[in-house]
């Protein structure tokens, strides 16, 4: 399976694409979580990107692409790959599309997650993610057992950085300028599949399953 996750911050494509990696044992790829282990690690690109990221605008596409092109030659994508978070912009989509014609290999379908931008706003606001091992949580709508603590690993959860209301608004508007024109993209391509984002998280992951032919 080959995938693509789109949607605006906050849409849940971390949050799916999780659910989609345990249930058919191939990688996500997050171009975020990637950009974030480097910021972590403090490498020249990720002290560059952070940057941007702090801002809530994009890192530039060449820096993106670099990331992506070579993740996807890595031995664990050969079965298929669920890309969260890219691309993001129409020269990040081309790009792929040559990433993938080199590997001889092609896209399954690209699904779309629509949500409301006042419930992303919530979403974003309230979300902690374990520093320890990684998962996801919401303090209203997937709340840990002890708040401020990984059911899974027992680390301590954090807030992202850009997870701020101004950043979370700056992020949004980047969303409409720059990536929603690839709904339109893939669309024309016929490989779009739309999905209401604002279900619960286990509904939204059936209407993925269905819409990939999959129970
Ligand atoms: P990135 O990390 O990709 O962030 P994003 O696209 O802004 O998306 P998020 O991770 O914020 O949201 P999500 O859709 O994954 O939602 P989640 O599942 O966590 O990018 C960060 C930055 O890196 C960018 O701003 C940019 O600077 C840079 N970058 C990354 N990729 C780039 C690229 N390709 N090009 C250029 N720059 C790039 O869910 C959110 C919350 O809601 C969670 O708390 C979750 O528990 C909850 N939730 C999820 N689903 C539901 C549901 N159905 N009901 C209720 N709550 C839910
Ligand atoms: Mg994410
Ligand atoms: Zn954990």
Known sequence: MKLILLGPPGAGKGTQAKMLMDRFRIPQVSTGDILRAAVANRTAMG?????????????????????????????????????????????????????????????????????????????????????????????????????????????VLIQRDDDREETIRQRLQVYGAQTSPLVDYYRRQELLRTVDGMAPMDEVQRQILHCLSVQ
């Open 47 to 155: 002290l560059k990107a952070k940057e941007y990221m702090d801002a809530g605008a994009l890192v530039p596409d060449e820096v993106v692409i670099g990331i992506v092109r070579d993740r996807l030659q890595e031995s664990d994508c050969v079965l298929g790959f669920i890309l969260d978070g890219f691309p993001r912009t129409v020269p990040q989509a081309d790009a792929l599309r040559e990433v993938l014609a080199g590997l001889g290999k092609d896209l399954d379908a690209v699904v779309s997650l629509e949500v409301d931008a006042d419930v992303l706003v919530e979403r974003l606001t309230g979300r902690r993610t374990c520093g320890g091992c990684g998962r996801g949580f919401h303090v209203r709508f997937d709340p840990p057992g002890v708040a401020g603590v990984c059911d899974a690993c027992g680390g």
